[in-house]
């Protein structure tokens, strides 16, 4: 019903910018709450930033800051504007979407590599 695609990750020297989207294939976008999360491997998925249906964005205090949330619901997309990146922020990134109404369900992607190095 809901398929979500994340693009953009890649291998970046600290200090550098990426920028993340995320195209979410379904119907009534905009009344989706829309997350990037992150996990290393061995290590509890956690939330990077959040964006609500009603444009209200809330962040990870590691990423306040250097990390911006966008949603664009004339594309159905999401992004994640990273600068000012550090070797902690290696990661897979995955796109969520959180319905608002009835079982509220959870929807994720693929998620995408994200690599902070020197």
């Known amino acids: 019903q809901v398929q979500l695609e994340e693009s953009g990750g890649g291998l970046v020297q600290p200090g550098g910018s990426l920028r993340l989207s995320c195209a979410f294939s379904?119907?009534?976008?905009?009344?989706?709450?829309m997350a990037w999360y992150r996990q290393d491997p061995g290590q509890q998925r956690e939330l990077v930033a959040a964006?609500?249906?009603?444009?209200?964005?809330n962040y990870a205090d590691s990423v306040k800051g250097r990390f911006t949330i966008s949603r664009d619901n004339a594309k159905n997309t999401v992004s994640l504007q990273m600068n000012t990146l550090k070797p902690d922020d290696t990661a897979v990134y995955y796109c969520?979407?959180?319905?608002?109404?009835?079982?509220?369900?959870?929807?994720w992607g693929q998620g995408t590599q994200v690599t902070v190095s020197s």
């Open positions: 964006i609500t249906s009603g444009g209200s964005m």
């Open positions: 379904g119907s009534r976008f905009s009344t989706y709450n």
């Open positions: 969520n979407a959180k319905e608002q109404t009835g079982f509220r369900r959870n929807y």
